[in-house]
């Protein structure tokens, strides 16, 4: 249905229009003054979002490179009458009163600690998907916005794509009936990271506040930007990287404001012989009662018959919706006639979350951190499953997919990821894939039923003073 489907979504839609320029806000207040934590790659874009504003402008520039610090910095001071101070450490800024809000655009280890740690400092948070490094993060950042009345928005900006919000509007309003299964794709080639080593980290980098949260430990990747996404202590795949977006737009569509009941996934690192650790092959599954949700994430080359497959999929009770790209998708009948087309390209999801800001109303935000946390959680609780998986061969996974109760149909998901991997010489025959166990899951203590060892993997051992409090500190 997969393919199917997205073929026929993306030969009945026209270009997307381009997005108007963000409103500025008339407030009559002061402009806020802005720390921007983590500079390199997305940080630039919050640069962008801050400095060419009227209402906003960017004090700090914070991040333990040095090199691209300054960079940014002498940048900057090219786009707003206001000279930005570089700082490696995000502490010094925050007993600064001016700063009022704080972006954050770090590495995934330190979303959390740097969110609570702005937060408990009186300041508003922008913090980037995911928004946590694992599952326990998430909910104390919840409880620290709440304690301390802070508004939070989860940078996931496809919240503000007119064609997404749209469709999910489409969807919650019941126009094509109940959805049961609702279809996270994330296909997208990532290449080896080369050898695993030793390396020496950069001369220009403050490693101890780089490493933050997470254990003291050599640099055993070549390329210290980036590649860390796919090494355990400090990312968290490309589940966490790009598949969170799709998870997202799947329970936002199916109105699922709750964790899951049960999940379980299974994967593996095909074909890569690096320095990462993540897979580049993964199916998750999450059981909700009578709706379920099935990522699939995929890193090694797409064939052909998947090409069209982008972004979701909704399978409800009087048809199914296809999300082909963020700013385009259509709805359907049981009988492929469609329905509904659904246009139009970004929104400034920063000038949101500054409306929010200012009106000190967090149900102005479009992408409140409890969403973040929900997304991001779920992508943790699949995490957790696959380090628990066994290596297992492909048919031995079959066989036990089969006698499995879901609302997928397990084995045909299956079978596409044999396809897949057969389209890239992996024979899983003769290559044995990691098959996670099925955890039972307590949405309302958020913690895994009658598995000690699962739960010892919502949480993370931190390297102090960069200490993420327990629900009782906060």
């Known amino acids: 249905m997969i393919a199917a489907a997205t073929a026929l979504g993306a030969g009945a839609l026209t270009d997307a ?3 108007e320029p963000a409103r500025q806000s008339r407030s009559a207040n002061d402009r806020l003054g802005v720390a921007i934590v983590g500079v390199r790659g ?9 400095a060419g504003r009227q209402d906003t402008h960017v004090l700090y520039l914070c991040d333990p490179d040095e090199q691209i610090g300054r960079q940014r910095a002498a940048a900057l001071a090219k786009q707003q009458d206001h000279q930005a101070q570089w700082v490696p450490d995000m502490r010094t800024v925050l007993e600064d009163p001016s700063v009022d809000v704080v972006s954050i655009a770090t590495p995934h280890h330190w979303h959390a600690l740097a969110a609570i740690w702005a937060m408990q400092a009186g300041k508003d948070v922008y913090v980037e998907k995911p928004v946590s490094h694992n599952f326990n993060e998430g909910r104390r950042m919840v409880q620290v916005a709440r304690k301390y009345q802070r508004v939070c928005q989860y940078g996931c900006n496809i919240r503000s794509m007119k064609a997404t919000r749209d469709a999910m509007k489409y969807l919650q309003e019941g126009q094509l009936g109940k959805v049961l299964v609702g279809r996270a794709i994330n296909y997208g080639p990532r290449s080896p990271i080369g050898p695993k080593g030793r390396y020496d980290v950069p001369a220009h980098i403050n490693y101890d506040l780089w490493l933050g949260p997470a254990p003291q430990a050599p640099l055993t990747r070549r390329r210290f930007h980036y590649d860390w996404h796919w090494q355990w202590p400090y990312g968290n795949g490309d589940l966490g990287n790009v598949g969170v977006h799709r998870i997202d737009i799947v329970r936002w569509g199916m109105a699922l404001n709750r964790m899951c009941k049960n999940v379980f996934c299974y994967g593996e690192r095909f074909r890569y012989n690096d320095a990462g650790q ?3 092959t993964l199916v998750a599954v999450y059981d909700f ?14 064939g052909e018959r998947y090409k069209n497959a982008r972004i979701a999929l909704f399978e409800a009770t009087e048809g199914y919706l296809v999300m082909n790209e963020y700013f385009r998708g259509v709805a359907f009948d049981k009988d492929a006639t469609p329905l509904a087309k ?13 409306t929010a800001v200012r009106s000190r109303d967090v149900k102005d935000l479009r992408a409140d951190i409890l969403d973040g946390h929900l997304s991001s959680g779920l992508c943790h609780l699949a995490t957790v499953s696959y380090q628990l998986g066994e290596l297992v061969s492909g048919n031995e996974a079959q066989e036990r997919l089969a006698g499995m109760k879901s609302g997928d149909n397990l084995v045909d998901t299956f079978e596409r990821t044999r396809l897949h991997l057969k389209d890239n010489k992996v024979d899983l025959n003769r ?25 010892t993997l919502l949480t993370r051992d931190y390297r102090r003073p960069f200490v993420v409090p327990n629900a009782d500190q906060i």
Do not use: M, Y
Request: aromatic share 8%; hydrophobic share 35%; proline share 4%.
């Open 17 to 19: 229009v381009r997005a």
């Open 42 to 50: 997305r940080g630039q874009s919050h640069i962008n979002a801050f």
């Open 278 to 280: 993540t897979p580049n």
């Open 289 to 302: 009662g009578d709706q379920v949700i099935v990522s699939e994430d995929r890193n090694l080359r797409t």
């Open 342 to 354: 659904f246009e139009g390209a970004h929104e400034d999801h920063f000038d949101n979350f500054l």
């Open 431 to 455: 290559t044995k894939l990691r098959l996670g166990p099925s955890l039972d899951f307590d949405p309302a203590n958020e913690l895994f039923i009658n598995h000690s060892q699962a739960n």
